[in-house]
């Protein structure tokens, strides 16, 4: 049992001693890391830029609730209908602010939801008039995310698109436009 004891004392002994060997070789390359040599360029100050600055772009978006509004009256109007509907509001790049599975939507809903949002946002129009001109340039429709069925209308500020409203599950595309169309108009109140 002695022995056992011998070897812990010395085990223990060993390890402080790599311990502190390692502290100090690390002590000294910061040291040595941090201290300025003569000659050598200091680094370059940040570039500043602001609004001024050509190199940048401003854009506008709807706000979180501004977003969570629309898909709300987007959805009572669904169920007021009786339908059981996903909405999807996507800003002006396609991505998902906010995402709604109403009770009963199906398990395709919410990803038809999203995508019809990105087309309407996209071309800046509802999809019901993007589905029509599919007959004159069918390969619209092998766009990476898009989905052109009616389903989906655009939210514009001056005429230009900030955000799409999408929506699917109800039996025709139609219905499912009359309801995002119900959430543009919640964003006018």
């Given at each position: 049992m002695k022995k056992t004891s011998k070897t812990s004392v010395r085990t223990r002994v060993l390890t402080g001693t790599v311990a502190a060997a390692?502290?100090?070789?690390?002590?000294v390359g910061a040291v040595s890391a941090s201290?300025?040599?003569?000659?050598t360029p200091a680094a370059p100050a940040a570039a500043k830029a602001d609004t001024r600055d050509g190199n940048l772009v401003q854009s506008t978006g709807l706000t979180i609730d501004a977003a969570t509004r629309a898909a709300?009256?987007?959805?009572?109007?669904?169920?007021?209908?009786?339908?059981?509907?996903?909405?999807?509001v996507v800003d002006r790049d396609g991505v998902?602010?906010?995402l709604l599975k109403g009770d009963g939507a199906g398990p395709q809903a919410p990803e038809s939801a999203e995508?019809?949002?990105?087309?309407?946002?996209?071309?800046?129009?509802?999809t019901s008039e993007l589905?029509?001109?599919?007959?004159?340039?069918?390969?619209l429709k092998d766009i990476p995310g898009t989905l052109f069925l009616a389903g989906a209308a655009p939210v514009q500020a001056k005429?230009?698109?900030?955000?799409?409203?999408?929506?699917?599950?109800?039996?025709?595309?139609?219905?499912?436009e009359q309801f995002a169309q119900a959430?543009?108009?919640a964003l006018a109140k």
């Open positions: 390692a502290l100090a070789a690390a002590g201290a300025e040599t003569t000659g709300q009256a987007a959805l009572d109007a669904a169920t007021r209908a009786g339908q059981h509907v996903a909405v999807a998902t602010r906010v995508r019809k949002a990105f087309t309407a946002v996209s071309w800046n129009a509802p589905a029509k001109r599919l007959a004159q340039a069918p390969n005429g230009a698109p900030v955000a799409g409203i999408g929506v699917a599950g109800a039996p025709s595309g139609d219905l499912d959430g543009v108009a």
